[in-house]
């Protein structure tokens, strides 16, 4: 065991005192020890995206950052996505299209989307197909994931 | 699926970074830069650094620049920051259409060019890149530095020459003519996966016949390298089905292909041949 740190997460604009080993992920921490469980937890080695929050601004792997180096930088993660009661739009989008089923794989989709459209508003349809290559959905097929971020994309352009 | 335990060092300088990695390197210390390979690794325990000197608050290792003849990249360069061209040369066209292979966007992110470099997996696509033009490593510890030219850097699967405390602090790869000419094409059974076989290959065009050719193969042996036999068969020839074809062919009997117990030699051997008369059709598209 080595000593903990006590470090700050600030999760979808809220501050989570806590003290974590170096070694603890930024997945554990976001569920553990801030006790955010929308983020799902996969593979634990970059493979999968069911983890996927945005830190930074940046969509990432949080099975492969650890809690420490997430210290003081701004984190989303999928409770904060809705503004209040109003759905955002790829979220709507997922339920129009039912772009889920079982759900597991849903929050990493969310957040990687969001996560790039916010980034590149303009991306085409072809480069949206290989960003949505990241993850991984057992249910869907993945064509109605597909179809959902292409008319969210539309609409958050839109706006 | 939990990494083993380590002591976190965060060093803000790059002179700080190298005195720590001097001091933890004989105790399996290691440099933890995007952490895209490193950290699933250790989430395996294939890995179990003691100490990780995580270079991501060092200041000024995410610098690119060029002097007119060289690009430098800095040691925390992510692989995303190559989604834009970041130079108006050639080179900066070959370094987009290549990072866009490279794993997932989440990934490309956090991953780094240095990193991808010092990891040395035989299916790197930027492994490939400094093989293929002769990039040169420059490796820092304590003592000073010192340059490596790619054809001594790569040493084997996940090998290289640099010592464990030394720090890979920057890439050099040459700006190419102007008139250059490059395709790259890499295999593999899903978008993102590592490649089963990659090539790039980049040349000149003078008087319609192709001159200083570069055929790299990556994915397919222990490390990338240029394979000589497909660049003589491509020399002096002019651009065409027949002449890429011979090259390609002179490519797959010249590797010693890497065997897995999902992929045997002659299978690869034959992705080779592919990869790289696509990678030569893409170059004249």
Redesign the interface.
């Known amino acids: ?2 000593d903990k740190t006590d470090i700050t997460l600030t999760i979808n604009g809220r501050d989570h005192a806590i003290a974590v ?3 603890r ?1 930024l997945a ?1 921490a976001i569920r553990e020890d801030c006790g955010q469980t929308g983020t799902h937890i996969g ?5 999968c ?1 069911a983890c ?1 929050v945005i830190v930074d601004g ?4 949080s ?4 809690a ?2 997430a210290a003081g930088k701004p984190i989303r993660t999928i409770e904060g996505l809705a503004d209040g009661e109003r759905l955002h739009p790829m979220q709507q989008a997922f339920m129009d299209h039912h772009g889920l089923q079982c759900g597991f794989c849903t929050p990493g989709f969310l957040m ?1 989307a969001v ?2 459209l916010e980034r590149e508003p303009d991306i085409g349809d072809e480069a949206l197909l ?2 949505l ?3 991984l959905c057992r249910c869907t097929g993945y064509q109605n994931i597909i179809k959902a971020v292409r008319a969210a994309a539309k609409e958050m352009r839109g706006k | ?8 060092h965060v060093p803000r300088t790059l002179d700080e970074a190298l005195k720590i990695l001097a001091q933890v390197a004989p105790q399996d210390g290691r440099v933890l830069a995007g ?2 390979s490193l ?2 690794i ?3 325990r294939l890995a179990k650094p003691a100490h ?1 000197v ?1 270079i ?1 608050e060092v200041e000024g290792l995410d610098r690119i620049s060029n002097d007119g003849k060289l690009l430098s990249i800095g040691a925390r360069v992510r692989h995303a920051a190559f989604h834009k061209s970041v130079v108006e040369n050639p080179l900066g066209l070959l370094l987009t259409e290549v990072a ?1 292979h490279i794993a ?4 490309r ?2 991953g780094t060019f240095c990193g991808s470099l010092a990891h040395a997996d035989p299916a790197s696509e930027w492994c490939l890149v400094a093989a293929t033009l002769d990039a040169t490593m420059v490796a820092k510890n304590t003592r000073g530095e010192r340059p490596i030219a790619a054809k001594d850097y790569f040493q084997g699967i996940m090998s290289t020459a640099l010592a464990e405390d030394e720090l890979l602090a920057e890439a050099r790869l040459p700006l190419l003519a102007s008139d250059a000419k490059f395709g790259f094409n890499e295999f593999n059974r ?3 996966d590592f490649a089963m076989a990659a090539s790039l290959v980049c040349y000149r065009l003078q008087g319609g016949k192709i001159v200083e050719p570069r055929v790299g193969v990556g994915g397919a042996e222990p490390c990338p390298r240029r394979i000589a036999e497909a660049e003589a068969a491509l020399n002096g020839k002019a651009p065409g089905d027949a002449v890429f074809r011979a090259a390609a062919e002179a490519a797959a009997s010249a590797v010693e292909p890497l065997e897995d117990h999902q992929t045997t030699g002659e299978y690869r051997r034959d992705l080779v041949r592919a990869v790289v008369r696509r990678a030569l059709e893409q170059s004249i598209t």
Request: aromatic share 6%.
């Open positions: 065991m080595t080993e170096p070694r992920t554990d593979c634990e080695h970059g493979v995206g996927t940046e969509p990432v792997r099975c492969l950052m650890f420490v180096q990687l996560g790039v290989d960003v290559s990241s993850n | 699926m939990k990494p083993a335990a380590f002591v976190r952490g895209q950290v699933p250790m989430a395996f990780l995580d991501n866009r997932h966007y989440p990934i992110v956090r899903r978008a993102g």
